[in-house]
């Protein structure tokens, strides 16, 4: 019953509670260009909606760096494959995304970070962001690092 009370929840406050995945975001629409994305230091996390046709949203992480706003797939908790998050297979089939960042809702295209000397820093800057030492690391998880652009359509 309780679970049923906060998924309701989730879809009527528009997005995710907690682990719950919610629905569509609601919020006032950002730019779509930033050039620093430094303003969202304060917000510690983001919640991530998947799925235009059908919203799908989850509470994540994020990172900046510069105009560069990035979202990893589960570093400490869940699935250690990425594959096995619904939010990674819906973006892997529609890469249009939206990202809340407080009350803020950006639209943007996720591109998964390939570039070693990007992921490294994307990496990099999550984990001091979120304060993982390098000890704490799971040798067994496998981290996707997803890069949000602007939409160009």
């Known amino acids: ?88 297979s819906q973006v892997q089939a529609d890469p249009h995304v939206r990202i809340r960042l407080g ?3 950006y639209e943007r295209s996720a591109t998964r970070v390939e570039d070693l000397l990007e992921y490294e820093s994307a990496r990099a800057a999550l984990e001091a962001r979120y304060e993982i030492a390098p000890e704490d690391r799971d040798p067994e998880r496998v981290i996707w690092i997803y890069r949000l652009d602007p939409r160009s359509s």
Request: overall charge negative; glycine content about 10%.
């Open 1 to 88: 019953m309780l679970i049923v009370l906060f998924t309701a929840c989730g879809l009527a406050c528009g997005g995710p509670i907690g682990p719950l995945p919610g629905g569509a975001l609601s919020g006032t629409v950002g730019d779509p260009v930033i050039s620093d994305w430094s303003f969202a230091s304060t917000v510690e996390t983001a919640q991530l909606e998947t799925r235009p046709s059908n919203p799908h949203s989850v509470n994540t992480w994020f990172a900046t760096i510069g105009d560069r706003l990035y979202v990893p797939t589960s570093m400490i908790l869940g699935p250690k494959q990425p594959s096995e998050r619904s939010w990674v």
């Open 103 to 105: 009350t803020t809702v």
